[in-house]
């Protein structure tokens, strides 16, 4: 759609729309730029900040709406879940990256299946039948509005044609009015809650400012008694604190700040196993990785290490998983698996391999590997060609291209966690959950090692690929099941490995064989998050935030990355916001130059991690936080009063389209029927109707 938020032609149009703007001017803003400022543009549209959370569907619904989707019930109901309470900025933008704008020639096409005399207009009578009796059904009241609109019915016809055009005009002006308002207050604009504006490397760096002096200033404490505004009795009692203290690190390339990982002299004589794993990117950015348990006998000396697991990629294929940072954080059990102790972590490092060397004593131990995600993250560029899976060959008959062979060799790798170059069942099944969600039970693994080549019991690399050309077989040729496979297991219409990085782990000891086992596929927080936290807050540098001496931030820096955790030591929850503008040459995990974090009282969190975008040059990392918030509890404002004309619409727009509505010069009646149209899925009830 020309003029929805992530829409190519979207790019092109607001790139003419803020040529004004002085920071344009110097830099040229990128296609991913755009698309946040076109998602904050949207999300302002409908609350005052974008550090208000999405508390209902209502509210969902509308952001939505002004960011150009056409959201039917079952896809607001994706989203918002009866588990589900609010919903923020950030994930606003991954739903938007997920549900795709609607094109006009997707619109067309979908009203053109009811178009029987080919002629632009869908008759009355046929618009009733739809829009009462399928789909999301609306009301005869409803659709008596829609005809009764003058500018695009006549002659007892709906003319969907002068209907495009009017929704694609007007949803370009009302982007073009909320983009306007943010260039004219850029100072609100830099202060938003989720500022994607993610600064380019080449882009020439502002000076460092001076470190302010450590005074509070009072006169920005407020206390927001709108006397016209209802929803005041609602607040909790605020204080806001501006800060001036600020983070700045300065690394050379290839620093070594740190020692450097060395193997202990006699570890070729230690005893040893190995284990084998890798981190996923999921579709919301979140990473999952294998997760394993370590016994030790007796108490003896231990060395570790984990690295990225080296592939045999085809010559010119890209290995970026190869440069993605790796991290074991060890935990010991004790009474239950519910109570474990941090231990260590592998913090030393020597190229691509971390470690750590030292005595642990008998017992059950954790092992948790770790990524950042500063540079395992969702691909930007597009794949100019899709990779053949299967032929058939003269005769007819259905094989694997030697490419996909190829991966598929590389996959089985990945999943041979115990490298013993087979498959059993608990590997297989850690296989199958990634891709399938579900587990093969004995009874199915007996009727696969019937079929299948298998030693001991266990898969062979020929039996997997020959499990992969049976369900290509089964489906006559049709790659979309394997597609499904590949895509889970982090691959591109290329075959290329781009959004899961193997790994490999080795364990050595001294006086005893360890032994260590997969035990979880599950995502990179809790018990790591905490692991992670205790870590910097023991080893990194502190600074009490100022203006506010129970705000603590500390940074650990390493040769590879920096890790900021904030600590809340009050009784009320906090909201700090962070600015990274100023850093030169790097890129944080959660791919943000300006945005918000929410504390909770007495408690740590991760702020970010920061790495540099090209270790070969210097980096500086300049963390600023900028503001902090306090509040004894949340608000949840009230829903928003209907203003729709149409009686039956299930989602009511802003108080503020009025604005929106005036500026776009169309009615609030044709405005208030596009919502309702729309939102009642008349798009999806099309698509029933072929």
Known sequence: MAISPGSDAAFSS??????????????????????????????????????????SKDQLYLALQHAGRNPSQKTINKYWTPQTAKLNFDDFCIILRKEKPTSKAELLKSF???????????????????????????????????????????????DYIKFCKLYLTTNEQCLKTALEKLEVDS????????????????????????PSPRIMRRSDEDTFTNKGDTRSSFLATTRKFKTSVSFTVTMGANSNRNSKLTEPNSVKEWQCVQSKGCFFLEEDGEIVSHQYRMQIAQRCM????????????????????????????????????????????TELQNREVFGWTGELAPGMYWLIPSTTGCRLRKEGRAVAEEAQLVYRDEAGELLLTQEFRSTLSDIFEVIDLDGNGLLSLEEYNFFELRTSGEKCDEDAWAVCRENFDTKKNELTRRGFMDLNLMEANDREGDPRDLWVTLHAMGYNKALELTEACPFVIDVYADKCKPRIKAVHMEACSGQLEKAICKSVLSKGDAKVMDGYEDIIVHTYTCDTWITSVIENKSDNKAIIHISNELSRNCVNNRGLNIFAVEVAPKSAMVCQHVMPLNGQQEWMSHSSPSSCTFSAWSWCPPAWPCSCSSPGTAFPPSPTLAVVRQAAKIGATAWSWILSILGRGLLAQCTIAQ
Request: contains cysteine.
């Open 14 to 55: 607001q790139k003419s729309t803020l040529s004004e703007s002085p920071r344009s001017k110097r830099f040229p803003l990128t296609e991913e730029e755009i698309f946040y400022m076109n998602c904050r543009a949207a999300y302002l549209t409908v609350f005052k900040s974008s550090l208000e959370n999405i508390i």
């Open 112 to 158: 053109k299946q009811l178009d029987v005399n080919d002629d632009g207009s869908i008759l009355h009578t046929d618009l009733y039948k739809l829009l009462t009796k399928r789909g999301e059904k609306m009301t005869r009241e409803e659709v008596n509005a829609i005809v009764n609109l003058a500018d695009v019915n006549a002659d007892g016809k709906f």
């Open 187 to 210: 100072k609100l604009k830099r202060q938003h809650f989720g500022s994607h504006i993610e600064a380019s490397p080449e882009r020439e760096p502002s000076p460092v400012p001076k």
């Open 302 to 345: 231990v060395y570790l290490t984990i690295k990225p697991l080296n592939l045999s990629q085809a010559e010119g294929k890209p290995s970026p998983w190869l440069s993605v940072d790796t991290a074991l954080y060890i935990l010991k059990e004790n009474e239950s698996q519910a109570n474990l102790q941090l231990m260590c972590f």
